[in-house]
């Protein structure tokens, strides 16, 4: 038997790209275009690194062996992101695939135990387009003598381009997700035929939608194969928020919702039944009042680690 911690946290625009500043004119943002891109901090700015200490706080703050993140740019931004953040953390091994999505973030794993295999499905199709907005990132590892393997997923966003309300666009976007939902359900059961709950697994990642009457991820949390343990191990319904929406146009009650998520398949939940996940809030903006515990040094109102906060569990692998 072997004790271990898994993470899963969207890291929020964990990017290394340059930007315009906000305060150039069209006239100007044009003029340096047209000249190339030449790195001039008085008109491009890079990362705050302020926030990327936080980004790590937060991801320190887990004590977790695998971390599964989401929004990360590319391999070279996660190895500089450990480098010059997380340089004595331990995290020797990490991995990342170009996938989907246009913006260019991904789906990242980062691990102090050796990964022994990877897939990617990025290619599955629904017709002529790609079912996962980013990916289903499959990785396995070996604690102990037993495998452990990993699906991380960042699901399609539930605010979509268009003049709707918050609901509307949900709503809008619910079938995607319903797709990629069903599309992780196929993974698993093809890859453990027909024993998906008697194996060591776990689906984890945002999933852009809520644990509710009306949610998308209706065919996972249904599942017989698979516990959300956000939902059933932490006993205050209040306390099972992972993310905080920094909006006046929904209600304050909307703004906390849980939409990171850990499922342990069957036989992990069933092996671990005091396992409760741990939510990590102290990266959060100070705006975010629902929680009134000690925040990292450097929040402020206007800046924190992610809006989205770590979730972690240890259990057991058997």
């Given at each position: 038997m072997?004790?271990?911690?898994v993470?899963?946290f ?16 069209k006239?100007?943002v ?18 705050n ?11 320190k ?30 995290y ?13 973030i ?8 050796p990964i ?9 199709r629904?017709?002529s ?5 980013r ?8 604690i ?5 393997t990993?699906?991380v ?11 709707l ?31 998906p ?5 776990i ?9 509710d ?38 209600p ?29 809030r ?8 629902q ?17 989205h ?10």
């Amino acid at each position: 038997m072997s004790t271990i911690t898994v993470a899963t946290f969207n890291c929020e625009n964990l990017f290394r790209r340059f930007r315009f500043n906000e305060n150039l004119s069209k006239e100007q943002v044009e003029k340096k275009i047209k000249d190339g891109f030449i790195i001039d901090k008085a008109v491009l700015s890079t990362v705050n690194q302020t926030e990327r200490k936080l980004t790590a706080d937060a991801i320190k703050a887990t004590k977790a062996d695998i971390v599964c993140l989401q929004e990360v740019e590319n391999m070279d931004t996660l190895k500089n992101f450990l480098s010059e953040y997380m340089s004595s953390s331990g995290y020797k091994y990490r991995m990342l695939i170009d996938a989907n999505d246009p913006r260019l973030i991904d789906v990242a794993i980062i691990s102090k135990i050796p990964i022994s295999y990877v897939k990617t499905h990025q290619y599955l199709r629904n017709g002529s387009s790609a079912v996962f907005s980013r990916d289903c990132l499959e990785a396995e590892f070996i604690i102990g003598d037993k495998p452990l393997t990993l699906f991380v997923n960042h699901f399609k966003s539930m605010f979509d381009k268009g003049d709707l309300t918050p609901a509307q666009k949900r709503a809008k976007t619910a079938a995607r997700r319903e797709l990629q939902a069903q599309s992780v359900l196929d993974i698993i059961k093809q890859k453990y035929k027909n024993k998906p709950e008697k194996s060591n697994w776990i689906v984890l990642g945002d999933l852009n939608d809520y644990p509710d009457d009306k949610t998308s991820l209706k065919k996972l949390l249904e599942s017989s194969w698979m516990e959300n343990i956000v939902q059933t191990r932490i006993s205050d319904p209040a306390e099972q928020w992972t993310h905080f929406w920094d909006t006046t146009t929904v209600p304050v009650e909307e703004r906390y919702k849980q939409i990171d998520y850990i499922f342990l398949s069957k036989h992990l939940a069933n092996a671990n039944p005091t396992a409760v996940p741990v939510i990590v809030r102290k990266g959060l903006i100070t705006k975010a009042t629902q929680y009134a515990g000690a925040r990292f040094t450097g929040v402020t109102d206007k800046q924190g680690a992610s809006d989205h906060c770590p979730v972690a569990v240890t259990f057991n692998v058997v």
